[in-house]
């Protein structure tokens, strides 16, 4: 016993070691009243099968991002150093490696060992041990420095540069050159050394030959330094348009700058952005969360306008911006839920700005479609259905005018009805799409069944719920943006199509059922398992429990369908009370790897979940939403680095954690309102680009006490677990009076549940 005990006791203390050593922050009180330094990067680095974060250097929705290039954060070499990250989940282009040691070990990229690892949002700073060299990092929008010092002065000291499919080339000054990605879209680099090297030549299988350039596959130039050279100085710029802009944002951010001038204005445009709410009361890690996440829905999209121009992906040309930045690299799938309305609420000039970034993108298209994944290499048309016209529906339902609403929705509706509704496919439509048009739902493929379809992905299949009722929300969508634009016959056409949810729901099941193209619901069917990987022949992703509620515009009708109140409460307790249906775990993820940060068949790690745990606030049981919400966020999202349940997505996930300790969140983009769940603060003051402050007050708080016992909006006693945007926009206050136990008449009564489909007869007085 006492061995097992002293084992245990070395096994915790190493532990604890071990995460101290990783995690920043974790281990020790934060004193500061600055936003950025709340800020952990490494959070969420980990996950049970996903990538769902890495750490970024960046500043706020800027072109220029970086972060190590390792397989994740327990990688133990750094694969060099990233000059420019082109996605935010995608690799580097340009890498430097600071070398020492025998040339003929010299590769196009050297891995090396490292340590003393710090990272914030506007800085970065490593040991590379078995190189020993000391390197520091400061970063502008479009430029960067990198600071490199050789301990180890006994040697020559070298710098490879490498472009992983490109051209680099060395004029006797500078360094510059191209990486090739994908769309024929190149990224051009502009490098100046503070000190001319000894020599340089081009790497070429891993032999130096007298070469000054290097062109195609792993184009690689090294420069050679004396042996006692202390320390570089690498400044460069980056663009998307060509060398000579490069240079040209290098003179502009860098000229007279140093590091510590990058670091100082870095943390200064990040408090700035962060520091849009204030947090009070909670623990140190509750800041650290809110603050990270709120870090990473500033992460994209980024602005890829430079002096005025902008390259485009969308036609392959280099455009004048005309005073609007162009932003690019934004998954609006993900996006759209939250992180959309966040912005709005915080960045309303920068929304205004992609959406208008949108519109360009449509008209420099062939087709005019709204972009769905729109990229720095153009639109990958990922994922399933088309709801950047929830975007903008959203947006200008909150008061964002700026754009063209006309345009907007014909770039929608031709993406909805132009084309191809097959998930991952910019195909035009085709049979798949004319049956959905004439009969409302999706087919289904029998189990055994061959696709004839062109335009379905092999690997992606139909999904055919998904599609349905996504395509049934974009339909309302339409038919709410023609409502204000005057259309009346387009709002009634497409009114009706926003039913077409019903026509897959099972009325025994009370599941979103698949059914083939004679109308006949799939059997034998099993919500968990069906459908193959990712459950895609019949889902996306997640299985059928999570789609089960997939009608964000009208959840008042899913609670009729579901035969009430009680009925729609209690298919809400089964799904979290599910079991996986397996043994071992495992054998549930090898089919749904992506439907992880289970409670029950609940999936916190995929967007579509995110709106759920609100729902009991349509169905009298705002109660169950508030403890689910603060079990919800308490059990998944940690400071430490498997503090993020699955892939987040660029803030597709982050600002539901954002909203959620804030204690509200928008279940439906379009409708300008927000159910209440349960804050994390004391206090949260939200400050508005209008100068006015919204405030969200917990009275009686304390970290038991979770459950709204009374509720106060300007002074005026409030029974809804909802209120409207324009409640925010004025400027208020939102006092909760918080208990230990639920108040389960609070917010219960029918006429207190929040609007569904639209907000007449809802209207706050």
């Not at 006309?406 to 799409?433: F, V």
């Not at 949810?501 to 968990?528: A, C, M, Q, V, W």
Request: hydrophobic share 35%; aromatic share 14%.
């Amino acid at each position: 016993m006492k061995i097992r005990l002293y084992h245990y006791c070395f096994a915790l203390v190493f532990w604890f070691f071990c995460a101290c050593s990783f995690v920043p922050y974790a281990d020790h009180e934060i004193k500061t009243e600055n936003p950025v330094d709340f800020v952990n990067p490494y959070m969420g680095n980990i996950s049970h099968l996903l990538v769902p974060t890495y750490p970024t250097i960046h500043l706020p929705n800027s072109m220029l991002r970086v972060y190590p290039e390792r397989r994740d954060f327990t990688g133990d070499q750094l694969h060099g150093l990233p000059l420019m990250t082109t996605s935010h989940r995608g690799s580097s282009a340009f890498i430097l490696s600071p070398f020492q040691g025998d040339e003929r070990k010299m590769k196009p990229v050297v891995s090396s060992g490292y340590d003393r690892e710090r990272l914030t949002p506007y800085s970065y700073s490593v040991y590379l041990d078995e190189m020993q060299v000391q390197v520091n990092y400061g970063l502008s929008h479009q430029s960067a420095i990198y600071d490199i010092e050789f301990v180890d002065k006994e040697q020559p000291a070298y710098l490879i540069l490498n472009s992983k499919e490109g051209e680099l080339r060395w004029d006797g000054m500078t360094l510059s050159g191209f990486q090739l990605l994908k769309n024929d879209t190149r990224i051009f680099l502009f490098l100046v050394p503070d000190i001319l090297p000894q020599s340089v030549r081009a790497l070429e299988n891993n032999t130096l030959v007298g070469d000054l350039d290097a062109d195609g596959h792993n184009a690689t130039i090294v420069l050679k330094y004396p042996k006692g050279t202390p320390s570089l100085k690498l400044k460069y710029g980056v663009s998307f348009i060509s060398e000579a802009q490069a240079r040209k944002n290098l003179e502009r951010e860098l000229d007279g700058q140093n590091i510590d001038q990058l670091h100082k204005e870095g943390r200064r445009l990040w408090n700035s952005a962060l520091g849009k709410i204030d947090v009070s009361g909670g623990s140190d890690d509750e800041k650290t969360i809110f603050y990270t996440s709120l870090y990473r829905c500033y992460e994209r999209p980024v602005c890829i306008s430079e002096d005025g121009r902008y390259y485009s992906a969308f036609d392959g040309k280099v455009h004048d911006d005309e005073g609007i930045p162009f932003y690019s690299d934004d998954w609006i799938w993900d996006t759209y839920r939250a992180t959309h309305p966040l912005r709005v609420l915080l960045e309303p000039e920068l929304e205004t700005h992609i959406i208008q970034s949108f519109l360009r993108m449509a008209e420099q298209m062939d087709n005019f479609w709204m972009p769905t994944f729109p990229e720095v290499t153009g639109d990958s048309r990922r994922m399933n259905a088309n709801h950047g016209v929830a975007v903008i529906l959203d947006s200008y339902r909150k008061g964002l005018t700026g754009f063209d609403l006309e345009k907007a929705y014909r770039a929608s509706r031709n993406a909805i009805m132009e084309k191809t509704l097959a998930p991952w496919s910019d195909a035009p439509a085709g049979e798949l799409d004319e049956f959905y048009h004439k009969h409302g739902y999706i087919p289904a493929l029998k189990p055994g069944e061959e696709e004839h379809i062109p335009e379905v992905q092999e690997f992606e299949k139909r999904q055919p719920v998904p599609v349905t009722l996504g395509t049934s929300y974009d339909q309302w969508c339409l038919a709410q943006i023609a409502s204000e634009l005057g259309m009346e016959e387009e709002y009634k056409y497409f009114s009706s199509k926003s039913y077409n949810y019903r026509n897959l729901f099972h009325p025994e099941t009370h599941f979103f059922h698949p059914k083939d193209s004679k109308g006949d619901f799939i059997e034998p069917f099993d919500y968990r398992f069906s459908g193959g990987l990712g459950a895609r022949e019949y889902y996306g992703e997640n299985n059928g429990w999570v789609y089960r509620w997939d009608v964000q515009h009208n959840v008042g009708d899913l609670v009729d369908l579901m035969q009430g109140p009680e009925n729609f409460v209690a298919n809400l307790d089964s799904m979290f009370a599910e079991p996986l249906g397996v043994n071992l775990k495992y054998g549930f993820f090898a089919q749904l790897p992506d439907h992880t940060g289970n409670v029950g068949q609940f999936s916190m790690a995929n967007e579509p979940s995110l709106h759920i745990p609100y729902l009991y606030n349509y169905a009298g049981a705002p109660w169950k939403t508030q403890k689910r919400i603060r079990k919800l966020l308490n059990m998944w999202f940690r400071n430490d680095l498997m503090g993020m349940p699955g892939d987040e997505d660029g803030g597709g996930m982050s600002a539901f954690v954002v909203f959620s300790q804030l204690g509200f969140y928008p279940v439906t983009p379009g409708l300008p309102m927000y159910n209440i769940g349960s804050p994390t603060f004391q206090k949260a003051s939200i400050t508005l680009p209008n100068g006015e402050v919204f405030e969200i007050v917990a009275e009686n708080y304390s970290s038991e006490n979770i459950y709204i016992q009374s509720a106060n909006l300007n002074g005026e006693i409030w029974t809804k677990p909802w209120f409207s945007h324009s409640d925010i926009i004025k400027g208020g206050r939102l006092v909760l009076e918080m208990g230990k136990y639920p108040n389960k008449q609070w917010g219960a009564e029918p006429d207190d549940a929040p609007p569904s489909y639209s907000m007449e007869n809802k209207e706050i007085l």
